[in-house]
């Protein structure tokens, strides 16, 4: 088969992306693994920005049923709860939402191909050569697409990226995510993501939310030592783990593990997110530590991005790597986004540091209000930055 544009992978990134090029007039074959869309490990929190890239950029609009979430709250080991009202620039509420991944992942990937896409699921890409690509699928048949050009999307292990010896491993998020569902819940708060930082000990950080139905979502990224535990039963870990969460054993009182998912994550960022003939996007790009739900915005935003490269290079005829440069210089603000992610995370996995700026922001709620805003990716990276979260979060206030 032949047409414009390959995308490998039809995650967020995949399909926003794919959707994008698809109502720009191209041609485009998406191709995934997975025979549908499947449930990954996630914590399934979609942030604001991500909430409104996904309406006003690439016209999903999130079922009824998706939970507003309209707070964050961190949480300390002490249990003394930092609660914060997720504000925009001008300082107005804005709006999270939690919704199950697959559903997410389903909405985008319908859309793609109600804009034109060529979907083709359940197809392994397994070789990359310049521009043309091989696989198979799963019934064994084997299948190939020369293209003009090719957007990787093929999440944290791209098979792209390390074909292409671009992979810089970060060994210091080479942690474990461990997502549960649980349903029947009464008792936990709506429209607040509750947020564990790190606490001393073996546990990492974790994330917890009510969604629509009485069901909820607790994800969390442990430490690699933790897998011997995990090995022995997944599921005393999980009881273990809930028990030293400060609130979370009354919210999920009377309430049953519906699912439980582990996945190792492995830190890494590339050398650059192009390369002759591909652009990199989402995950398959840079990894992000979650904790704070950047991934899909990040997986948007880069959609946007990547297709805006795509366009002039493929008006030029040049997809060489200098021709394709462009995207990293257009991917600035969201490595500062990285970078920033980078930085709240040395806090988190800090139990000291954590409580410091927990006990200094307690008394700066405008610093806190920033601070979440670049958090959800409604406030530009800088502000995080600014004298006031700096000072907010580090200088105890006199009272
Ligand atoms: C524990 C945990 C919790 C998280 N919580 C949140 C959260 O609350 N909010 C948030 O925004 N983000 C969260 N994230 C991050 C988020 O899940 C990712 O950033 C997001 O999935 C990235 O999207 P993507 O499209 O780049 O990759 P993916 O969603 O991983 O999609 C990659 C796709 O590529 C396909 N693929 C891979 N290889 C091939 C191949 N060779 N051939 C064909 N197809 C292939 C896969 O089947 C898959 O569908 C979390 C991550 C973890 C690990």
């Given at each position: 088969m032949?047409v414009d ?10 399909s926003s992306?794919a959707l ?7 041609e ?9 869309p ?30 507003p ?6 949480i ?14 001008q ?13 997410t992942?389903?909405?985008l990937?319908e859309a793609?191909?109600g804009?034109?896409v060529?979907?083709?699921a359940?197809?392994?890409v397994?070789?990359?050569?310049s521009?043309s ?5 799963l019934?064994?048949?084997?299948f ?7 957007i ?13 010896g671009?992979v810089?491993?970060i ?9 549960a ?7 936990a708060?709506?429209?607040?993501v509750h947020?564990y930082?790190?606490r001393?000990g073996?546990w990492g950080?974790a ?10 979502v ?7 030592s933790?897998?011997e ?6 599921e005393?870990?999980?009881t ?5 969460l ?11 593990l ?6 190792p994550?492995?830190?890494h960022?590339?050398s650059r ?31 946007l991005?990547?297709?805006d ?11 060489s790597?200098?021709?394709?440069a462009?995207?990293g210089?257009?991917?600035?603000e ?14 988190v996995?800090?139990?000291?540091m954590?409580?410091?700026?927990i ?8 610093a ?13 990276s800088r ?7 700096v000072?907010?979060a580090?200088?105890?206030s006199?009272?």
């Amino acid at each position: 088969m032949k047409v414009d544009i390959a995308v490998i992978g039809g995650g967020p990134a995949g399909s926003s992306t794919a959707l994008r090029l698809a109502e720009m007039g191209y041609e485009v074959a998406l191709f995934d693994r997975a025979a549908s869309p499947k449930s990954k490990p996630c914590g399934e929190f979609l942030n604001p920005e991500a909430a409104r890239l996904l309406s006003a950029e690439f016209g999903v609009e999130l079922p009824k049923d998706a939970s507003p979430m309209m707070h964050a709250s961190l949480i300390p080991p002490t249990g003394e709860a930092l609660t914060v009202p997720l504000l925009d620039a001008q300082g107005e509420p804005t709006i999270g939402y939690s919704l199950p991944r697959i559903r997410t992942d389903a909405l985008l990937l319908e859309a793609a191909k109600g804009a034109g896409v060529e979907i083709h699921a359940g197809a392994n890409v397994r070789k990359l050569t310049s521009t043309s690509l091989e696989g198979q699928t799963l019934d064994g048949e084997p299948f190939a697409c020369e293209s003009r050009l090719v957007i990787a999307c093929d999440g944290s292990n791209s098979l792209v990226a390390r074909q292409r010896g671009l992979v810089k491993s970060i060994p210091r998020l080479k942690r474990i995510g461990i997502v549960a569902h649980f349903s029947g819940v009464t008792r936990a708060k709506a429209g607040v993501v509750h947020m564990y930082p790190a606490r001393n000990g073996t546990w990492g950080v974790a994330g917890f939310a009510l969604q629509a139905g009485g069901q909820a979502v607790l994800s969390a990224v442990v430490p690699t030592s933790a897998s011997e535990a995990l090995c022995l039963g997944q599921e005393a870990f999980l009881t273990q783990m809930v028990l030293t969460l400060p609130g979370l054993p009354s919210m999920l009182d009377g309430a049953a593990l519906s699912g439980m998912q582990t996945i190792p994550s492995f830190g890494h960022k590339l050398s650059r997110a192009f390369d002759d003939g591909v652009l990199f996007v989402g995950d398959a790009a840079r990894f992000v530590d979650p904790f704070t739900g950047e991934g899909v915005h990040h997986a948007l935003a880069g959609a946007l991005l990547a297709a805006d490269t795509a366009r002039t290079a493929l008006k030029k005829g040049d997809v060489s790597t200098a021709s394709l440069a462009s995207y990293g210089s257009a991917r600035r603000e969201l490595n500062g986004r990285y970078a920033a992610c980078d930085l709240v995370q040395a806090f988190v996995n800090r139990p000291w540091m954590i409580d410091l700026a927990i006990r200094n922001l307690r008394h700066q709620p405008r610093a806190a209000e920033r601070l979440f805003g670049v958090l959800v990716d409604v406030l530009p990276s800088r502000a995080l930055y600014s004298p006031l979260v700096v000072a907010g979060a580090l200088i105890p206030s006199f009272r």
